[in-house]
């Protein structure tokens, strides 16, 4: 009696597993991938980057465009006393009790291919002076004014090409952070499949030992079998549901691992991977070997090289205009008047013309502006030395992964004929060892032949997708379709 409990406790255990078990959700590779390139975290912080990157060119945008700004001070009331020098030399003491209020109107244009600014202006101040009961208008109703550095440093010229660079390669590193969310999403399926692949293992062998176990004791009480033999199955049996509670917990893991990846919680619920086709139509894959250097150039490694270039040449610039000499234009014409009444601003205006030039030189500098110029230039030198050097990586890469997916191509085919070939092997000798013409250990052999190349057809497979996913993520291309990959 305590035998057969021995036997029957492992089944009763699986069995009251399996019926607390939350019914598998189907899940299939393309849905994963495509999850996980808008759902993974890195793709959200990649989506921030984009936007954020977007956002500073369309303000740069809008800094181009005329602006119109109101500034006024009302009121700007003070009482007080203040010194004030007599003729003599002498200082006397003076209450003032004064409202000095103001409004402006200006609107500005940046020029960006200069740096200037120009503008246009109407301004109308009040002196109210309540200690004599006086009052003075000052105004200038119309005024057009430039401002022009001409030998400084111009960050509008520099940005004009810098920023919609920064858009493109914020866009790319986007579209490349989904392909490594669908090749991460790729592996994690691999090995929600490697799980579910051994609980089904597990499965197939507990009942196929429980069928055999069950004719070996019929052949054991008949003296047809040794006892060697009807413990080795039972063994067999046990070992199986043990396997099949091992190959659960694997599938809770990689099912949380799953869901993980897609931002979700993990409360109990188990994935089923749907088994992946194999398409015999990648003709992208051709493609990809013809355009090699075409598809890497999309690469947001190889923009940001251009980015960086682009950003040590401005800093150079920077440096040799901001230590150089320096020419700044000021000049303005219009319209001014001051008087007791509002009228004569408006109807009797004065001409006004301002004309400033400030020239500066630097004449010792102890070798500064010459150390930074050459800190500068070995900048530039730097990065375009290490982007032919990335540009070179990235092509060994892509010739590597085609050298691979080839490989592998032909390593799946013969994988799937080993595995069909194992499992044919196995029912034939699970036949013979019914009617008694193999002894156990061929069975059991051919068993664990089976699930050997199980295992290694599921390997096979899960290097086929990666190889695949690492190609689309290398050169952001769909393979299948033949088309940019994740863009909208």
């Known amino acids: ?85 007599q003729d003599d030399g002498t200082i006397a003491f003076r209450e003032i009790e004064l409202n000095n209020s103001s409004v402006s109107l200006l609107a500005n244009q940046r020029i960006g291919a200069t740096g200037g600014l120009i503008g246009l202006e109407t301004r109308l101040q009040r002196t109210d002076n309540f200690a004599l009961d006086a009052k003075r208008y000052n105004g200038s109703p119309v005024r057009l004014t430039l401002r022009q550095p001409i030998l400084a440093f111009n960050s509008w010229k520099w940005d004009r090409e810098l920023l919609p660079l920064r858009v493109t390669v914020a866009e790319r590193s986007l579209q490349a952070a989904r392909a490594d969310a669908a090749l991460a999403a790729t592996a994690r399926f691999f090995d ?133 000499p320096r020419l700044d234009l000021d000049a303005s014409i219009g319209l001014i008047r001051n008087a007791d009444e509002l009228d004569p601003i408006y109807t009797d205006p004065q001409s006004e013309r301002i004309v400033s030039l400030t020239f500066a030189v630097p004449l010792v500098d102890w070798g500064e502006r010459r150390a930074l110029n050459k800190q500068a230039a070995t900048e530039v030198a730097l990065v375009q030395q290490l982007g032919r050097r990335t540009e070179l990586d990235l092509q060994s890469q892509l010739t590597q992964l085609l050298d691979q997916w080839r490989t592998v191509r032909e390593e799946l085919t013969l994988a799937t004929r080993i595995r069909d070939l194992a499992e044919e092997r196995f029912r034939i000798s699970q036949e013979s060892y019914t009617l008694g013409a193999i002894p156990l250990t061929d069975l059991t052999f051919a068993q664990q032949n089976r699930d050997q190349n199980t295992r290694a057809y599921a390997e096979t497979l899960r290097a086929y997708w990666l190889t695949y996913a690492s190609l689309e993520r290398l050169t952001l291309w769909d393979l299948i379709h033949d088309r940019p990959l994740y863009t909208r």
């Open 192 to 324: 929600l499949v490697t799980a579910d692949q051994e609980r089904r293992i597990a499965e197939t062998n507990r009942e196929a030992n429980q069928a055999l176990f069950a004719i070996a004791e019929e052949r054991y009480r008949l003296g047809k079998i040794n006892r060697g033999d009807l413990v080795q199955l039972e063994l067999e049996q046990t070992s199986a549901a043990q396997n099949l509670l091992r190959a659960e917990r694997l599938v809770g893991a990689a099912s949380a691992a799953v869901l993980q990846l897609l931002g979700e919680s993990y409360t109990g619920q188990l994935l089923e991977p749907a088994p992946p086709e194999i398409s015999d139509e990648l003709v992208g894959l051709e493609i990809a070997a013809a355009r090699a250097t075409t598809l890497l150039a999309s690469r947001p490694e190889l923009l940001e090289v251009s980015e960086r270039t682009l950003t040590a040449r401005r800093e150079a610039d920077r440096v040799r205009r901001n230590y150089g």
């Open 1 to 85: 009696m305590m035998l057969r409990l021995t036997r029957i406790l492992p089944a009763l255990l699986l069995l009251g597993l399996l019926s607390s078990r939350v019914p598998a959700q189907t899940i299939t590779l393309g849905e994963l991938q495509r999850e996980a390139a808008e759902r993974a975290e890195n793709v959200l912080i990649a989506a921030q980057r984009a936007e954020a990157a977007l956002l500073d060119l369309r303000a740069y945008e809008a800094g181009l465009k005329p602006r119109l700004d109101l500034a006024a001070n009302l009121p700007n009331y003070f009482r007080t006393s203040t010194e004030v020098t």
